[in-house]
Protein backbone atom coordinates (compact mmCIF):
# COMPACT_ATOMS: atom_id res chain seq x y z
CA UNK A 1 0.00 0.00 0.00
CA UNK A 2 1.10 3.15 -0.98
CA UNK A 3 1.95 5.77 1.96
CA UNK A 4 3.39 9.44 1.59
CA UNK A 5 5.26 10.95 4.47
CA UNK A 6 5.87 14.94 4.96
CA UNK A 7 8.63 15.88 7.08
CA UNK A 8 8.60 17.85 9.27
CA UNK A 9 4.60 18.32 9.84
CA UNK A 10 5.23 22.42 10.97
CA UNK A 11 8.20 25.00 9.98
CA UNK A 12 8.24 28.37 10.99
CA UNK A 13 10.87 30.18 9.26
CA UNK A 14 12.27 34.07 9.32
CA UNK A 15 10.80 35.64 5.76
CA UNK A 16 13.93 36.07 3.12
CA UNK A 17 14.96 32.47 4.32
CA UNK A 18 15.26 29.35 1.34
CA UNK A 19 13.56 26.57 2.56
CA UNK A 20 13.09 22.82 1.31
CA UNK A 21 10.00 20.87 2.37
CA UNK A 22 10.31 16.94 2.03
CA UNK A 23 7.62 14.38 1.03
CA UNK A 24 8.30 10.38 0.85
CA UNK A 25 6.86 7.72 -0.47
CA UNK A 26 6.51 3.80 -0.21
CA UNK A 27 5.91 2.79 -3.33
CA UNK A 28 8.35 3.99 -6.18
CA UNK A 29 5.44 3.06 -9.23
CA UNK A 30 4.15 5.82 -9.23
CA UNK A 31 2.48 8.15 -12.46
CA UNK A 32 3.37 11.63 -11.45
CA UNK A 33 3.46 13.96 -8.31
CA UNK A 34 2.14 17.45 -7.17
CA UNK A 35 2.10 19.63 -4.51
CA UNK A 36 0.01 21.60 -3.28
CA UNK A 37 -0.77 24.55 -1.33
CA UNK A 38 -4.24 25.25 1.21
CA UNK A 39 -4.68 27.97 2.98
CA UNK A 40 -6.90 28.10 5.96
CA UNK A 41 -10.50 26.96 5.48
CA UNK A 42 -9.59 27.02 1.42
CA UNK A 43 -8.98 24.16 -1.21
CA UNK A 44 -6.03 22.83 -2.74
CA UNK A 45 -4.41 25.21 -4.86
CA UNK A 46 -2.02 23.19 -7.33
CA UNK A 47 1.41 24.37 -7.44
CA UNK A 48 3.56 22.23 -9.52
CA UNK A 49 3.54 18.63 -10.72
CA UNK A 50 5.99 16.43 -11.69
CA UNK A 51 5.70 13.31 -14.31
CA UNK A 52 7.30 9.90 -13.19
CA UNK A 53 9.91 10.51 -16.18
CA UNK A 54 11.26 13.99 -15.24
CA UNK A 55 13.52 14.90 -12.60
CA UNK A 56 12.51 18.34 -11.34
CA UNK A 57 9.68 21.93 -12.03
CA UNK A 58 9.92 25.33 -11.64
CA UNK A 59 7.36 27.74 -11.16
CA UNK A 60 8.75 31.57 -10.10
CA UNK A 61 10.33 31.06 -6.55
CA UNK A 62 9.11 27.06 -6.33
CA UNK A 63 11.61 24.55 -7.22
CA UNK A 64 10.10 20.24 -6.94
CA UNK A 65 12.58 17.75 -7.43
CA UNK A 66 11.44 14.04 -7.72
CA UNK A 67 14.05 10.94 -7.13
CA UNK A 68 11.65 8.31 -7.95
CA UNK A 69 14.12 5.34 -7.12
CA UNK A 70 14.66 6.63 -3.72
CA UNK A 71 11.04 7.65 -2.98
CA UNK A 72 11.56 11.10 -2.33
CA UNK A 73 10.57 14.34 -3.30
CA UNK A 74 11.56 18.52 -2.35
CA UNK A 75 9.58 21.65 -2.62
CA UNK A 76 12.58 24.81 -2.43
CA UNK A 77 10.59 27.84 -2.00
CA UNK A 78 13.82 30.59 -2.40
CA UNK A 79 13.39 34.31 -0.54
CA UNK A 80 10.21 33.12 1.74
CA UNK A 81 7.45 35.64 2.13
CA UNK A 82 5.01 36.02 4.93
CA UNK A 83 2.26 35.34 2.03
CA UNK A 84 3.71 31.95 1.55
CA UNK A 85 2.16 31.10 4.96
CA UNK A 86 -0.05 27.66 4.18
CA UNK A 87 -0.16 23.97 4.25
CA UNK A 88 1.49 22.41 1.85
CA UNK A 89 0.50 18.72 0.85
CA UNK A 90 2.65 16.50 -1.39
CA UNK A 91 -0.01 13.61 -3.32
CA UNK A 92 1.56 11.02 -5.76
CA UNK A 93 -0.45 9.26 -8.71
CA UNK A 94 -0.04 5.29 -8.28
CA UNK A 95 0.62 3.45 -11.59
CA UNK A 96 -1.45 1.16 -13.53
CA UNK A 97 -4.16 3.73 -14.62
CA UNK A 98 -5.16 4.30 -11.23
CA UNK A 99 -7.01 7.64 -10.74
CA UNK A 100 -6.40 7.89 -6.74
CA UNK A 101 -3.78 10.40 -5.41
CA UNK A 102 -2.38 9.81 -2.67
CA UNK A 103 -2.23 12.22 -0.15
CA UNK A 104 0.73 13.18 2.47
CA UNK A 105 -0.75 14.68 5.69
CA UNK A 106 1.26 17.98 4.79
CA UNK A 107 4.10 20.36 6.33
CA UNK A 108 2.04 23.85 7.77
CA UNK A 109 4.63 26.63 6.87
CA UNK A 110 4.69 30.11 8.78
CA UNK A 111 6.96 32.61 7.57
CA UNK A 112 7.36 35.33 10.16
CA UNK A 113 7.92 38.72 8.99
CA UNK B 1 -13.28 31.52 -14.18
CA UNK B 2 -15.14 29.55 -11.76
CA UNK B 3 -13.23 26.35 -11.77
CA UNK B 4 -14.73 23.68 -9.37
CA UNK B 5 -17.60 25.19 -7.73
CA UNK B 6 -18.94 23.84 -4.69
CA UNK B 7 -22.32 24.03 -2.76
CA UNK B 8 -23.37 24.69 0.55
CA UNK B 9 -20.04 25.75 1.90
CA UNK B 10 -21.26 24.90 5.23
CA UNK B 11 -24.07 22.42 6.26
CA UNK B 12 -25.26 21.40 9.83
CA UNK B 13 -27.60 17.88 10.21
CA UNK B 14 -29.17 16.12 12.45
CA UNK B 15 -27.83 12.27 12.92
CA UNK B 16 -30.21 10.77 10.05
CA UNK B 17 -30.58 13.29 8.01
CA UNK B 18 -29.90 13.33 4.18
CA UNK B 19 -28.36 15.49 2.29
CA UNK B 20 -26.43 15.95 -0.94
CA UNK B 21 -23.35 17.93 -1.77
CA UNK B 22 -23.01 19.41 -5.53
CA UNK B 23 -19.84 19.53 -7.38
CA UNK B 24 -19.69 21.44 -10.97
CA UNK B 25 -16.76 22.27 -13.13
CA UNK B 26 -16.48 24.51 -15.91
CA UNK B 27 -13.07 23.49 -17.14
CA UNK B 28 -14.43 20.37 -19.48
CA UNK B 29 -12.74 17.90 -17.49
CA UNK B 30 -13.61 14.43 -17.93
CA UNK B 31 -12.58 13.22 -14.58
CA UNK B 32 -14.06 13.95 -10.99
CA UNK B 33 -13.43 13.17 -7.73
CA UNK B 34 -14.96 13.63 -4.41
CA UNK B 35 -12.33 13.33 -1.23
CA UNK B 36 -12.51 13.80 2.64
CA UNK B 37 -9.84 15.81 4.88
CA UNK B 38 -10.13 15.22 8.75
CA UNK B 39 -7.52 16.14 11.22
CA UNK B 40 -4.42 13.99 11.12
CA UNK B 41 -5.52 11.69 8.40
CA UNK B 42 -5.05 13.90 5.45
CA UNK B 43 -7.29 13.40 2.25
CA UNK B 44 -8.77 10.32 1.16
CA UNK B 45 -10.75 9.55 -2.07
CA UNK B 46 -14.64 8.66 -1.59
CA UNK B 47 -15.71 8.18 -5.13
CA UNK B 48 -14.01 9.10 -8.37
CA UNK B 49 -15.65 9.22 -12.23
CA UNK B 50 -13.76 8.83 -14.75
CA UNK B 51 -15.97 10.10 -17.55
CA UNK B 52 -19.55 10.76 -17.80
CA UNK B 53 -21.92 8.09 -16.79
CA UNK B 54 -19.00 6.13 -14.81
CA UNK B 55 -18.48 6.02 -10.93
CA UNK B 56 -16.00 4.49 -8.90
CA UNK B 57 -15.20 3.62 -5.35
CA UNK B 58 -12.32 5.37 -3.76
CA UNK B 59 -10.54 4.63 0.06
CA UNK B 60 -13.96 5.13 2.23
CA UNK B 61 -17.12 5.36 0.38
CA UNK B 62 -18.79 3.27 2.83
CA UNK B 63 -22.46 5.55 3.66
CA UNK B 64 -22.42 7.88 0.47
CA UNK B 65 -23.30 7.44 -3.26
CA UNK B 66 -22.66 9.90 -5.98
CA UNK B 67 -24.05 10.60 -9.11
CA UNK B 68 -22.19 11.89 -12.57
CA UNK B 69 -25.25 13.96 -13.99
CA UNK B 70 -23.28 15.49 -16.80
CA UNK B 71 -20.02 16.04 -17.60
CA UNK B 72 -20.02 19.24 -15.42
CA UNK B 73 -21.64 17.78 -12.41
CA UNK B 74 -20.98 15.50 -9.71
CA UNK B 75 -22.97 15.16 -6.24
CA UNK B 76 -21.92 13.25 -3.40
CA UNK B 77 -25.25 11.96 -1.38
CA UNK B 78 -25.55 11.20 2.39
CA UNK B 79 -28.40 8.90 2.72
CA UNK B 80 -28.28 8.64 6.98
CA UNK B 81 -25.84 11.20 8.44
CA UNK B 82 -23.63 9.67 11.18
CA UNK B 83 -21.65 12.09 13.36
CA UNK B 84 -18.54 10.72 11.79
CA UNK B 85 -18.59 12.03 8.54
CA UNK B 86 -18.31 15.23 9.84
CA UNK B 87 -15.79 16.76 7.93
CA UNK B 88 -14.30 18.81 4.90
CA UNK B 89 -15.93 17.43 1.54
CA UNK B 90 -13.66 18.70 -1.54
CA UNK B 91 -14.85 17.91 -5.24
CA UNK B 92 -11.71 17.91 -7.32
CA UNK B 93 -11.54 17.62 -11.64
CA UNK B 94 -8.77 16.70 -13.56
CA UNK B 95 -8.79 16.65 -17.51
CA UNK B 96 -6.65 13.68 -17.92
CA UNK B 97 -4.23 11.55 -15.82
CA UNK B 98 -1.50 13.42 -16.56
CA UNK B 99 -3.03 16.82 -15.67
CA UNK B 100 -2.67 18.21 -12.27
CA UNK B 101 -6.23 18.09 -10.25
CA UNK B 102 -8.10 20.86 -9.66
CA UNK B 103 -10.14 21.89 -6.21
CA UNK B 104 -12.85 23.21 -4.91
CA UNK B 105 -13.22 25.78 -1.57
CA UNK B 106 -15.06 22.66 0.26
CA UNK B 107 -17.85 22.14 2.40
CA UNK B 108 -17.67 22.10 6.02
CA UNK B 109 -20.00 19.57 7.36
CA UNK B 110 -20.97 19.14 10.92
CA UNK B 111 -23.31 16.05 12.05
CA UNK B 112 -24.94 16.21 15.11
Known amino acids: KQEVTQIPAALSVPEGENLVLNCSFT??????LQWFRQDPGKGLTSLLL?????REQTSGRLNASLDKSSGRSTLYIAASQPGDSATYLC????????????FGKGTKLTVNP | NAGVTQTPKFQVLKTGQSMTLQCAQDMNHNSMYWYRQDPGMGLRLIYY???????DKGEVPNGYNVSRLNKREFSLRLESAAPSQTSVYFC???????????FGDGTRLSIL
Open chain 2, 49 to 55: SASEGTT
Open chain 1, 50 to 54: IQSSQ
Open chain 1, 91 to 102: AVRPEGGSEKLV
Open chain 1, 27 to 32: DSAIYN
Open chain 2, 92 to 102: ASSGQRWLPQH
